[in-house]
Structure formats: structure tokens, C-alpha cells
């Protein structure tokens, strides 16, 4: 009873037979992966590019840092790999990676050829920068330390020159439409009204679902729809347990505003409120290790020193390299802080999700018809932990790949679609859901923790937010041991038998994979 009060309360009431718009292909998601999937599909057919938010808000737009690419001399694709196999823990799929690396190059190029301002050197060439877990310069930025921004603007005027996309802001996909065989279209509920769009190809571009917690760099949209309506759907999820925690999010705000990894790249130091620099204890890399790593040393510094924060000291940089954070300075300044002579407080908050919809290369998922590329996806190329700039260039490679799968599929015949569309999350519910996500599915987990979080997300109604919520702990409670983001207390050190995949499907047992 209560449930369906809930669900009336927070979906409008939905016609038996909604207006049916037809399309070629669905894009649903405007970040990075879905702006360019749907350039890509364009010459192939009519496109529909939709946000629940605006075109302005995404992950994308806020990224920071860059994007990474092996494109100098002194670089290549299998040193790229070999850094991205590390920061995995033994969990990336070697073939997907591959696919990045190898890829990754010629996307940054056309980005380039596309007009995206990316930093140059007096030669002209873009400006590689060093972050964390890279042995190498090979990270393109712009915007002075907002590149997503960037990449966003460079590339709308050109969905808004096409005539084969139409884009529709605001409106929220609430499931997908099926046959029982195949995916064709979706649910979308727009200025309170629904409408059935019929798609051949429906490519899922939703983001991840960090925005489920409470201390998170996202923006407050990125609730994992995507993932909820694929599991509903029937196609395969995967990696939920593998949650990236941000080392440096400025620690007094929320959404905590991110201290992009490339400062620490170019020299900014961590102390602790002792007065001590840290990291060398435990790390030899010291700041420059994996996002992991200094996430959980940060964690447990704040524990020792009893402080909600860590400082980050930016007065180290050399002079040269500050043009490159000007907008992140800006905002600081807007904040109170002179970064060249305070430091700032940081701890750690949701970042990353590595898990997602299971893809193949082509990023196909296991339902036809259904594709999923950038951070929704789960192409294996993260593993256990994602090395910094590799999601945009995800985002791109993927995108890519999708758009081209999606072209190849054809016409559907089967019966009807159906799907029936799940309300979202009251904004009160949603809070106490990323307080309790914090704290039991967060940088440290352990069995008590997780089991609890499970019993307080099944005391809500049934809602996207709530289905996601609930994978990530029961994933989480599955994966006995440590690995990359996922650091169980009670089980502190990687299993080599456990280096293998959980796959789920709604309503079967979890099954272990081995990806090539
Ligand atoms: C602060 C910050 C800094 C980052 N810096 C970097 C960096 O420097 N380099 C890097 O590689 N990565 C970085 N990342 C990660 C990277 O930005 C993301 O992984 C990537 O942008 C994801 O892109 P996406 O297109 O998959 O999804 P997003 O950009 O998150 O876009 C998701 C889209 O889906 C829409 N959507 C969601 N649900 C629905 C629904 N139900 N109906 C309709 N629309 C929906 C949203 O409105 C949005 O338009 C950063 C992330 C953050 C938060």
C-alpha cells in the first residue's frame, strides 16, 4: 500500500497508450558519451538526444582534469595499457583496454580537428600533462582545469547544426520498452506528460551513480537511472562493488567540488593537520599514487588526527604550470582561499563508478537493440579501479563503437513493447540513502555495515535509486576480499581466486566471470 502510494506521489500518472514518436536511434543521456554517440549515429538515421537534466549539467561537463592518450613521442598505447592494468588490480578486460589505448589516439585527434580549445605548446601540439598512476605525460586539457567544459561546448553547436538530431531537455527516460526479446525504445516523461519513443537502436548514456551518495563529486543527477532500467529490462549488470572514492574534494562543500588529480600531478603535497606530509608512508609513489590508495590513506589520516579534512598544499607548483588551473583557482578565490598561500582542506567523496551495464567491444549489452557506452557502461577497461583521464576517453572511444553497432541493427517486428516506468526518489529518502551509502558502502566496508544498508534501502520504495543502491551493496557484500576501489575491513587483502567479474541479472544468482 504504501508503495504505490509513493509511486503516485513521485511519477505523474502515465496514459494506458502514450503518444508513439518514431526514431531510428535513441540517445538517452547528454554527457560526453551520449553527445558524441549521437553525432556518430547521425549519418545513419534520425536521432532523439535526451537529458533528464540540461545540456549544461552533466559529469562531463564538469570534468576537469582531461583526457588521456598516449600521443607523445616518448609514449605509446602499451605503456598507456600497462598503467591502466595496474590501477585495475588485475581485474581489467585485457581486450577492451586494447580497444582504448589503441583507439584513444585518433578520438583525441578528431576532438582537436573539431575545434576543442585543448592547451598547446608554442609548437602547437596539445600540452600533456602528469596525473596520478600515469608514467607518463599523456593527459590533453583545457579551459584552465575545466576540459569537460570544454569538450561539452565544442561539440553542442555542432547536435545543434544537425537537423538529424533533436535534442529534448528535460525529460527523464522512466524504462525502457521491450518485447521480451529485444529493446526497442523507451518511456520518457516530459513536461509532465509521457511518450513512448520507438527506436531500432536505443543507446543508454546515463552516466554512473556516485550522486547516490552523500559526500560526491556529481552532480545530484547522476542516480544510476540508466543502470536500474537495463537490470528491469533484463540485460546483465556487472562490477557494482567497485566504487571510486575521490582523493581530494574540497572538504566543506557538497556536491564536494573536485581538486583535480593533476595538481597533485604537477606538485601539490598532502598534509595532515598534525603538520605532517603523509603519503610517503603509504605509498612510495606518495601523491602520485593510485586514486585508491590515497583515497584510504587520506581516510585513515582524518581517523588518526580525529579532523573531517586533510590539507592539500598548492604552493608547491611551479609558476609555469598555474595558467593550467586557472578556473579551478578561480573557484577557490570565489571561496575565500588565496590557493598560493592557505591550504585547503580535502577528504575524500564518491567519484567513479566502475561497474555498470555489461558491454561487449561494440558495446552491445545483453539485451538487443540496447548499447551503453561512457560511464553507465561496464566495458572492463577500469577492472577494480580507473586510472585518471580514462573515463572521457571512454566516453569517446565507446561512443564511437556504439553508434556504429546501433547503425548496423534493423528494423524490429516482434510484438508490442511494454515496459512500466519506476518513480524516482523523494529528495528526503535520497538524502538519507547517500548518508547511509557513505557510511556502509563507502571507502571502508565491511559485513555489518553492508548488510545493515541493505535492510534500510529495503524499507523504501521500490525506485531506480533504491534498485542501484541495493546492487552496489549487495556486490559489495558478495566480494570478500580487497581490490582496487572496494577495500573490505574484514577482509583486507586481495584473493587471487577472486580476481573474476560478478555478473548479475535481476532475479538470477550472481555469476563469476573471466574476461579476455
Ligand atoms: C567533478 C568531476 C571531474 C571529473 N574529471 C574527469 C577528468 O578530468 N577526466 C576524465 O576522464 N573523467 C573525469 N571525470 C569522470 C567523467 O567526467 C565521467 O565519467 C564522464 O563524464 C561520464 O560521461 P557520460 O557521458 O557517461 O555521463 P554524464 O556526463 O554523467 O551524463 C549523463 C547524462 O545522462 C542524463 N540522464 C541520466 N539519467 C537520465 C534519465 N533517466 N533520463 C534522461 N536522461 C538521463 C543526465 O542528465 C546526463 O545528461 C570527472 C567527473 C567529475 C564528477
Known sequence: MTDTLDRRR??????????????????????????????????????????????QVSNSAWAQGGIAAALDAEDNPD???????????????????????????????????????????PAGRPLLGLEGGHGRRRIVHAGGGATGD???????????????????ERARVGCLLTDGARCRGALVERGGRWAAVAARGVILATGGACGLYARTTNPGTTTGDGIAMAYRAGAAIADMEFVQFHPTAYALGRPAFLLSEALRGEGAQLWNVAGERFMARYDPAAELA?????????????????????????????????????????????????????????????????????????ARTTLDGLFACGEVACTGVHGANRLASNSLLECLVFGHRAAAAAADVGPACGPPPQGEPVPCLEPDA???????????????????????????????????????????????????????????????????????????????????????
Not at 500518472?13 to 558524441?36: C, N, Q
Not at 561546448?153 to 535534442?167: K, M
Open 10 to 55: 513521485a511519477a505523474p500518472e502515465r496514459p494506458l497508450l502514450p503518444e508513439t514518436v518514431p526514431f531510428d536511434f535513441l540517445v538517452v543521456g547528454s554527457g560526453l558519451a551520449g553527445i558524441y554517440a549521437a553525432l556518430q549515429a547521425a549519418p545513419h538515421g534520425r536521432c532523439l538526444l535526451l537529458t533528464k537534466a540540461t545540456l
Open 79 to 121: 605503456l598507456h595499457a600497462g598503467d591502466t592494468f595496474r590501477a585495475g588490480r588485475g581485474l581489467c578486460r585485457p581486450s577492451a583496454v586494447e580497444v582504448l589505448v589503441r583507439e584513444g589516439p585518433a578520438r583525441v585527434e578528431e576532438m582537436l580537428a573539431l575545434g576543442v580549445p585543448f592547451e598547446r605548446d
Open 150 to 168: 570544454a569538450v561539452v561546448r565544442a561539440l553542442l553547436p555542432r547536435v545543434a547544426a544537425d537537423d538529424r538530431i533533436t535534442v529534448w
Open 290 to 362: 593510485p586514486r585508491d590508495v590515497v583515497a584510504r590513506a587520506i581516510h585513515a589520516e582524518m581517523l588518526r588526527t580525529g579532523a573531517d579534512h586533510v590539507d592539500l598544499r598548492v604552493d608547491a607548483l611551479r609558476p609555469e604550470v598555474l595558467p593550467h588551473f586557472e578556473a579551478l583557482f578561480a573557484r577557490l578565490r570565489a571561496l575565500g582561499f588565496d590557493p598560493n598561500g592557505q591550504p585547503i582542506p580535502v577528504a575524500p567523496a564518491a567519484h567513479f563508478l566502475m561497474g555498470g551495464v555489461m558491454v561487449d567491444l561494440q
Open 430 to 516: 535520497l538524502r538519507r540513502v547517500g548518508d547511509w551509502m557513505f557510511a556502509d558502502a563507502g571507502i571502508i566496508r565491511d559485513e555489518g555495515g553492508l548488510r545493515r544498508l541493505g535492510e534500510r534501502l529495503s524499507t523504501l520504495p521500490e525506485t531506480a535509486e533504491r534498485t542501484v543502491a541495493a546492487v552496489i551493496a549487495e556486490a559489495a557484500l558478495d566480494r570478500r576480499e580487497s581490490r582496487g576501489a572496494h577495500f573490505r575491513a574484514d577482509f583486507p587483502v586481495e584473493d587471487p581466486n577472486l580476481a573474476v567479474h560478478f555478473v548479475r541479472r535481476r532475479g538470477e544468482p550472481t555469476e563469476r566471470q573471466r574476461w579476455t
